[in-house]
């Protein structure tokens, strides 16, 4: 058992779960998505990007290139959320939790596109 | 194409010279190497940014979870956005006090605890990046990256360079005042200090880095469509032969010299292509025999060679008969022996170490001592050469055959640079220094190749010729040697001449006058006329001059310039050649056709019979 090759797998599989954990709900209804999964999903998605660095293999680039939409649309979405609670006044209504929450679908989408990889790595993975 | 508008359209428009394609029959990848230096950053910093992600993320939210107390007094927990601001400008030092409201104890608690740890990871990230920096093979894999982008940029002919000592120094001072670019690769990180130390009118790229091995050369340009030789200087000669070797196999096309003191490797060189093949002690040998048999040749010889700016060497009288001494029967030695033998001279040769085979006229014994020096019986020599390879015994053995004998030819091998100012206080005849040898023979070879023809023929047309032209290049020229450029008679080079090159009527002398008062010559000595592969060694004026004539011409700058407007303003060349004058523009010339003109082969008959 390889420790990196669980670390690995650890964050990348945590940054879809929290995603999907986030994402998963009624799209307009501010009350079943909660901020704090959002922030989670973030911080384990930087994570998970700074563990892809430095793989020089093609698909590694692939994980990379994921890994980097993921934090795009993620960062994205709490912008959103922040213009909403924060700047706009009104606080989080129908439209914004909606472009929140679909904002954080796309990442849940490059999200599991790494998992896929991840699966495929290791399947095609032989000792020897 | 005398109208700057009709140039600028060519330029703008014409067809541009495509990149020649690289004939390079296997293609290295360099630049692989250089960009694994970014992956390599990528790597080590990976624990620094997660260690920077994690701490932030905790800080955070910790800061959210503490409940805390709003401007109206009722309890108010900071948003998440609000905590992120503030640990933010907190992390980074910035410190703008305690917004959006006063903290409570227990915010300040978890504020206290998330600064030192803030802080913490900041100074590991900041470390790892410093340490990083300061890495060697980091470093070098930097210089390497930034070497290779920079020679993959040049967008001019340049020499490729292995080996900056001595000689490839003395070679990159002339080539620098040609304009050539170069590109060098030494082992010693000191060299290549000191090229960038050198005041080169270019910049010319240098890498640290061995020189044996391919992937150096390919990043130092050698499957670069511009790179126009290789020049292989460096002291050893195992590191020669591979870069001969590589440049053989790699770029077949590309013209390679190097350099050598031992004729095993020459051969072996020889086997890659044809590679010319530079060996000093070989070359003295040559040049000593020259300078005894015509001095006066050996002198124009040197004086080319030097390159540029060269001050005339004095001409030396060496005895043409007689027995000389040589001391040191080496490498050098038996070169030079050879040479000597060939030129039907008695030889007696002292050398310390005991020969395998005994032969006529060998002194066994260390030349620096007196008592072997004396049973070489120098008092009835005519010449010495001090050959050993340590410049004490070479200078012992100057002083003491000096001594005994005051009117003997002195001949010296000097071997290290720093020995130089003794040997010239020393007044020795003929002094050879062997890196000094290699980088006057490859410049000849590589800067012209004109003159290298003119140099392998010279010898050939005897003393007298020699001195003459000497007299000749210094009434010009002055004592030191002028730029050598050569001329190419064709469209690109020579526009303003075309029809009346085919027609004939172009002499030499006729296209040497100067363009302000065509009664005075141009101070310009023609050196070579190069015609369809045969070569006239100083053409005179009455020569009649063809399309596609190649020539060899030493002059100053100024010159050059005029001899070149001759050659590309067609209103010039007609004052210049017939003493006609045709209007300069276009407006006039369209204008002036109209009013019959004579034809202008028997104008310019005329002309030029008034004028002579």
């Known amino acids: 058992m390889n420790l990196e090759k669980v670390i690995f797998g650890f964050f990348v599989l945590l940054a879809a779960t929290l995603n999907f954990g986030f994402f998963i709900g009624d799209i307009a209804n501010p009350d079943v998505h909660n901020i704090y999964e959002l922030f989670a999903a973030l911080a384990v998605s930087l994570i998970a990007t700074v563990l892809k660095f430095g793989d020089r293999t093609q698909i590694g680039a692939v994980h990379l290139a994921t890994s980097l939409v993921a934090d795009l649309q993620l960062v994205a979405a709490i912008l959103v959320w922040i213009w909403a609670e924060e700047i706009s006044g009104e606080g989080l209504n129908v439209i914004s939790t909606a472009s929140v929450v679909s904002l954080s679908g796309g990442a849940l989408l490059a999200n599991l596109v790494s998992v896929v990889l991840l699966v495929t790595e290791t399947v095609t993975f032989h000792r020897g | 194409m005398s109208n700057p508008l009709l140039i600028f359209w060519a330029q703008l428009f014409g067809c541009r010279e495509p990149v020649s394609h690289v004939p390079a029959r296997a293609h290295l990848e360099s630049s692989s190497q250089a960009s694994s230096t970014v992956f390599m950053v990528m790597r080590r910093m990976r624990a620094p940014l997660i260690t920077l992600i994690v701490i932030f993320s905790v800080s955070v939210v910790g800061l959210t979870l503490i409940p805390g107390i709003g401007p109206d007094g009722r309890p108010a927990r900071i948003s998440p956005f609000e905590s992120f601001y503030f640990m933010s400008y907190t992390a980074t030092t910035i410190g703008f006090g305690e917004l959006p409201w006063p903290f409570t104890p227990g915010q300040r608690l978890w504020v206290t605890f998330s600064i030192y740890l803030s802080v913490v990871g900041w100074a ?48 990159a001072k002339a080539f620098d005042a040609l304009g050539q670019q170069l590109v ?100 003295f040998g040559e040049h000593l025999r020259l300078a005894l048999n015509a001095p006066a040749s050996y002198q124009l010889l040197t004086w080319l060679e030097a390159g540029p700016g060269a001050e005339l060497p004095e001409r030396g009288r060496p005895p043409t008969d007689g027995r000389w001494v040589i001391c040191g029967y080496g490498r050098f030695g038996r070169e030079v022996i050879a040479d000597l033998r060939a030129g039907g001279l008695e030889v007696t040769i002292i050398e310390p170490a005991k020969l395998g085979e005994s032969e006529p006229g060998v002194i066994v014994g260390d030349a620096s001592e007196p008592r072997v020096l004396a049973q070489a019986d120098l008092a009835s020599a005519v010449g010495l050469v001090a050959g050993t390879d340590n410049d004490t015994t070479n200078l012992s053995m100057l002083a003491a055959a000096r001594r005994l004998n005051p009117q003997l030819f002195l001949a010296a091998r000097q071997n290290r640079p720093t020995s130089a100012a003794l040997f010239e206080a020393m007044r020795v005849d003929a002094l050879l220094v062997p890196t000094e040898v290699v980088a006057h023979e490859v410049y000849a070879q590589i800067s012209t190749p004109m003159l290298w023809r003119f140099i392998k023929e010279m010898p050939a047309r005897g003393d007298q010729w020699a001195a003459d032209l000497i007299q000749q290049l210094r009434h010009n020229c002055g004592r030191e040697l002028p730029a050598l450029w050569k001329v190419k008679l064709d469209t690109e080079q020579a526009p303003a001449l075309g029809g009346w090159l085919a027609e004939g009527k172009v002499t030499l002398g006729d296209l040497l006058r100067s363009p302000e008062d065509r009664k005075r010559q141009l101070r310009v000595v023609p050196l070579l006329l190069l015609r369809d592969g045969t070569a006239v060694l100083t053409p005179d004026g009455d020569t009649v001059l063809a399309g596609n004539d190649e020539l060899l011409f030493a002059g100053h700058g100024s010159e050059r310039r005029e001899l070149e407007s001759t050659l590309v303003v067609d209103s010039t060349a007609a004052y210049v050649l017939f003493d006609q004058h045709i209007p300069s523009s276009w407006v006039w010339r369209k204008l002036s056709r109209k009013k019959p003109t004579p034809s202008r082969a028997d104008d310019r008959g005329a002309a030029t019979t008034n004028h002579r």
């Open chain 2, 184 to 283: 060098v690769i030494d082992e010693s990180s000191d060299r290549v200090d000191a090229l960038d130390l050198a005041s080169f009118h270019a910049d010319i790229p240098g890498l640290v880095a061995d020189a044996a091995n391919p992937h150096h050369l390919s990043a130092a340009g050698l499957d670069h469509p511009f790179c126009t030789g290789v020049l292989a200087l460096t002291n050893d000669d195992e590191t020669n032969l591979a870069v001969t070797m590589t440049a053989a196999l790699l770029r077949p096309d590309l013209p390679v010299v190097s350099r050598t003191v031992s004729a095993t490797v020459a051969e072996r060189m020889q086997a890659f292509g044809t590679p010319a093949v530079v060996n000093p002690f070989d070359r």
């Open chain 2, 124 to 171: 590991y990230a900041i470390g790892s990046l410093l340490t990083l920096l300061q890495d060697r093979s980091f470093r070098q894999a930097l210089a390497l990256q930034r070497f290779t982008r920079k020679v993959a940029r040049l967008r001019e002919p340049f020499l490729l360079v292995a080996g900056y000592g001595r000689a490839g120094e003395l070679l």
